[in-house]
């Protein structure tokens, strides 16, 4: 075995050991972001694939958890573009429900659907990865400002969309 050959094996377990590890972490934040199981799933391969692309060139010492956050959120950005462009439908089609998922859940997974992709990646990097502003801005690529409005216009949104129902019902 040369040593290229035994260097590759090497990069290949370290990478293989990498996505054993980071698989479940950042599945879930590919579905919050994405709101979809299989759509999330396609999303978190892409990403591996690329950083697979780079892995000899990454560093150790870089966080690599951080890189594939941020891998995850701009292919998200990516995709939500280019399915802008396709015809979009006014009704989502029928689809069952996961009953082990509570109702709190659904009404909170409903509303971070209902938020625009970048509000929704604010949310989510935010409350689920409990990232600071300025690790969002940087996965972002955008400014501390920016992340501050945009985390509060989704906030304000999730507060109406998820209290709204509780008033009509009183009414």
């Not at 698989?23 to 694939?49: I, M, P």
């Not at 009404?107 to 690790?135: G, T």
Request: with cysteine; hydrophobic share 40%; charged share 30%.
């Amino acid at each position: 075995m040369t040593e290229r050959t035994k260097a590759t094996t090497t990069a290949d377990a370290a990478y293989v050991a990498f996505v054993e590890h980071a698989w479940q972490r950042h599945f879930r934040l590919a579905l919050l972001l994405t709101g979809d199981r299989h759509l999330a799933e396609e999303l978190l391969q892409d990403a591996l694939v690329r950083i697979y692309e780079r892995w000899r060139r990454l560093s150790r010492t870089d966080d690599l958890h951080a890189y594939l956050r941020k891998v995850l959120v701009n292919n998200h950005t990516s995709h939500w573009r280019r399915r802008r462009r396709e015809s979009l439908v006014a009704d989502l089609p029928d689809r069952p429900g996961d009953d082990t998922v509570s109702a709190e859940a659904l009404v909170v997974r409903d509303a971070l659907r209902a938020l625009p992709p970048r509000q929704r990646a604010v949310v989510v990097l935010r409350h689920y990865e409990d990232l600071s502003e300025r690790d969002i801005a940087r996965a972002l690529g955008c400014t501390q400002g920016t992340v501050k409005s945009q985390h509060a216009k989704a906030m304000a949104r999730l507060r109406h969309v998820i209290t709204e129902p509780a008033w009509e019902t009183a009414s």
